[in-house]
């Protein structure tokens, strides 16, 4: 099966600021996460790959054919760029209602169209509010409805979930897991490693205009495991249970902090840790505030993962 | 087949390419949004007002025993003849009415866009830069040709319905070419003029102030500097002067300075050229930066 996207020693320099370096990959249908820490250069691959920008060595080809100007391609291509890029006096839905327009949807397809994607993203009751009125939610899920309303076959999310709340999270990270399961091909851009695993198995891991690894999620899980973990509890005894942790195996340091209520732990098994945290909170019947963690992120993971800590 | 295969089988055949124009739902809301801003109407209507008064005068010249009691003999502003569509295309207050039209439509085209950073979702759609551009430009086109060639040519219409024969056209026949050459040309450098020094801000209200402050202070250089020099070739320096030199060339009539007409239409083909390269650098997806 051709891939739906491929690149071959795709590189992009902004002067002498590399931005991509040889980046050679295969993209199939389905969801593929694009994981990185910001300034990774997972945006400017998604720029590369929406021909938006010019390689400057190597190659990149969507659907077989090459995409630098080739506008053609966008017909079955949907994406959502990071930032905000609305015409705030108009309309959500003069907005999406143009969009299709452009896409060469009829006046009264795109009408048709436009209302059935604003309802599915909760938008239907906005509708006719200007843009510059809308909440960064509606205006995240205003993005994603752009990038999807023409019903493409690859859909490229540059960080889509930035914004939303809980439940707009839930129904997109569906939503996208739906259109995969359609034969689609959805990229996402995240650095958020939990939004990545909710929607997909397969990843690309990219750090420093490289990429790093590609393949199955649980690889880069076993490596984040295996990754020194700080993990912060806010409770009301906190004394006792750092006495009950510093026993345990998978515990290599407890620590206290100046707030008297917090008490953290670094381990390398999270997971057992975990369940063994579970037990004691309802053994001494711990009054639990808050459970963070502090370097819970992909930089501090790719930190790890190359050795820079 | 799963679903799966289905689904992903869709691209492998043709991509359709469709005949529908690209660039005209750009035209449609640009002249939607235009008629959206405040005054807009007000100004645009009142912008027919010098094409009424002419139209008017065309009618009065083939009345003049109607308006005898007003009129004393044939006034020769009241001679309909290619002078009479000079007076109309190249008098300072129409081509000043074209400025003002362009900044009410033009100044926010280009400038909005790169303010909205709106580049990357036109350019991530089935939509080349010359689509963009021609878009743009059709809205522009819209409003410069609505007062331009459509009153051009309602002229010539009149002037032979209220004479009832054909005399006139057949006196001059290229005057409706005339009519279509000036005001192509008139479109074509307003409409490159106004998007070119869009594309060079993101503010719509400086873009207002550069596209109203180059063209008057060039009518105003040449005026320090004629006063001063009195050399005809100064003419060159107005962007006002050289669009009355071509058009006065065009209907034929006696030029406002003694300079060969050619040189301000190469001067403004050359601003053209100069201003869609600025608009092919300026006119990218995504800011590079350097």
């Known amino acids: ?309 | 087949m799963s679903i799966r295969k289905k689904g992903y089988s869709h691209w492998e055949g043709q991509l359709k390419e469709s005949a529908f124009v690209a660039w005209f739902p750009l035209t449609r809301l640009g002249i939607k949004l235009a008629f959206q801003k405040r005054f807009f109407k007000l100004f645009f209507f009142s912008a027919f007002l010098p094409a009424l008064i002419f139209l008017a005068g065309i009618y009065v010249s083939e009345r003049m025993e109607d308006f005898r009691f007003m009129i004393q003999g044939q006034p020769s502003f009241l001679q309909i003849t290619p002078n009479y569509f000079k007076a109309y295309f190249t008098n300072s207050f129409f081509l000043f009415l074209l400025v003002l039209m362009m900044i009410f439509v033009g100044s926010g085209l280009i400038a909005d866009d790169l303010k909205f950073k709106a580049l990357q979702l036109y350019f991530a759609r089935p939509l080349r830069k010359v689509d963009y551009l021609l878009g743009k430009m059709a809205t522009l086109g819209f409003f410069l040709l609505l007062l331009s060639l459509i009153p051009g040519w309602i002229f010539v219409l009149f002037k032979l319905v209220f004479a009832g024969n054909f005399a006139f056209l057949r006196s001059y026949p290229w005057l409706p070419l005339a009519v279509v050459a000036y005001s192509l040309i008139l479109t074509l450098f307003f409409a490159i003029y106004t998007l070119t020094l869009s594309a060079l801000s993101s503010n719509s209200r400086h873009v207002a102030l550069m596209i109203f402050g180059i063209y008057l202070a060039s009518d105003i250089i040449f005026g320090i500097f004629y006063q001063n020099f009195h050399h005809p070739y100064l003419v060159l320096l107005s962007l006002k002067l050289n669009l009355q030199q071509v058009g006065a060339a065009l209907f034929g009539e006696k030029l406002f300075y003694p300079v060969p007409w050619g040189w301000s239409l190469l001067l403004l083909i050359m601003l053209m050229g100069l201003g869609l390269a600025i608009l092919n650098r300026r006119i990218r997806s995504v800011e590079v930066v350097k």
Not at chain 1, 4 to 9: C, F, I, L, S, Y
Not at chain 1, 97 to 118: D, G, I, P, R
């Open chain 1, 1 to 309: 099966m051709n891939p739906v996207v491929e690149t071959k020693n795709l590189s992009k320099y902004y002067g002498n600021v590399l931005g991509l370096s040889d980046v050679s990959v295969e993209i199939h249908p389905g969801v593929v996460g694009l994981l990185g820490p910001n300034g990774a250069g997972k945006s400017t691959f998604l720029k590369l790959i929406t021909g938006q920008l010019k390689p400057s060595l190597g190659q990149v080809c969507v659907f077989g054919q090459k995409i630098w100007n080739n506008p053609q391609l966008f017909a079955d291509i949907g994406y959502c760029p990071e930032t905000d890029a609305f015409f705030e006096d108009l309309s959500g839905w003069q907005f999406l209602t143009w969009m299709l327009q452009l896409h060469h949807f009829s006046a009264c397809q795109a009408e048709e169209k436009a209302n059935e994607v604003l309802g599915f993203l909760h938008l239907a009751e906005d509708k006719d509010r200007l843009i510059r009125s809308y909440s960064r939610g509606m205006r995240q899920r205003l993005k994603i409805a752009q990038a999807i309303a023409h019903d493409p076959q690859l859909i490229i999310l540059d960080e889509p979930l930035n914004g939303l709340d809980p439940l707009g999270r839930r129904k997109v990270i569906k939503y996208i897991r739906k259109m995969g399961e359609e034969g689609r091909t959805v990229i996402v851009s995240s650095h958020v490693l939990p939004e990545i695993e909710a929607m997909t198995k397969k990843i690309i891991l990219i750090h420093q205009g490289k990429i790093f690894a590609s393949g199955n999620i649980h690889y880069i899980r076993e490596l984040i495991d295996s990754h020194p973990h700080i993990i912060s509890i806010k409770c009301n005894q906190v004394r006792d249970l750092a006495a009950a942790l510093i026993k345990a195996e998978e515990v290599i340091k407890v620590f206290f902090t100046p707030d008297p209520q917090e008490v953290q732990i670094e381990t390398r098994q999270r997971d057992v840790f975990f369940d063994r945290l579970q037990k004691l909170i309802l053994e001494l019947d711990l009054n639990v505030e808050a459970i963070t963690s502090p370097d819970d992120n992909l930089q501090a993971v790719f930190d790890y993962l190359i050795g820079e800590k």
